[in-house]
Nanobody, 116 residues
């Protein structure tokens, strides 16, 4: 069973930075495209960035140029560096594979709050 443990969230002022990490287990990590998703209150969960098994990143338009996704296949971790954070980036952030499986199982996520 795939398991994802997210960490690194917190409270930051607009313009600040955070670095999220996700520890993954229960999958052959190197074979999967890994994604970071977020869900803000009252909104649907959305994909903000993913990185292919060949280390190619992709970003949603809303975060392009501000977020950087990376992966470490030996440690089975995926990281999201978030710079120049905006209030609209506030959400609970999750990692998972992309595309999502039919029986998707989410971790607890990590809360990001952007406020002055």
């Amino acid at each position: 069973q795939m398991r994802f443990v997210e960490s690194g969230g917190g409270l930051v002022q607009p313009g600040g930075s955070l670095r999220l990490s996700c520890a993954c287990s229960g999958l052959i990590f190197r074979l999967y495209t890994m994604g970071w998703y977020r869900q803000a209150p009252g909104k649907q969960r959305e994909l903000v960035a993913d990185i292919t098994k060949d280390d190619r990143p992709n970003y949603a338009d809303a975060v392009k140029g501000r977020f950087t996704i990376s992966r470490n296949n030996s440690q089975k971790t995926v990281t999201l560096q978030m710079d120049n954070l905006k209030p609209e980036d506030a959400a609970v952030y999750y990692c998972n594979i992309n595309p999502l499986p039919s029986n998707v199982d989410w971790g607890q996520g990590t809360q990001v709050t952007v406020s002055s």
